[in-house]
Nanobody, 122 residues
């Protein structure tokens, strides 16, 4: 299984960025996909998750600014991030777990991508 995340970069506060994660080596429609982030000195945290059927979960910290979506035909999951803030600066990881309900725990996810760095300057 491979998860290839892309789309990170250095941006100014207030702008938008879209991350993509292409999955291979798995039956994509059997997996819940999640986006996590980890800032320096902090624990990895979930920022969005989506089931194959399109049910989503986003924590309050990003709800209203971030959107998760997936294209099952392309084996790809996306994270649209709007109105970025300096506190969104982190390495963003995509992850997968074979499930049909939302999973929020880091420990639940079996497969992880390599991470993509998002830096938001003020």
């Amino acid at each position: 299984v491979q998860l290839q995340a892309s789309g990170g970069g250095l941006v100014q506060a207030g702008v938008s960025l879209r991350l993509s994660c292409a999955a291979s080596g798995l039956t994509f429609s059997n997996y819940v996909m999640g986006w996590f982030r980890q800032a320096p000195g902090k624990e990895r945290e979930l920022v969005a998750a989506i089931t194959s059927g399109g049910t989503t979960y986003l924590p309050a910290s990003v709800k209203g600014r971030f959107t998760i979506s997936r294209d099952n035909a392309k084996n790809t999951v996306y994270l649209q991030m709007n109105n970025l803030k300096p506190e969104d600066t982190a390495v963003y990881y995509c992850a997968a777990v074979r499930a049909n309900v939302i999973m929020t725990s880091v420990r639940a996810y079996n497969y992880w991508g390599q991470g993509t760095l998002v830096t938001v300057s003020s």
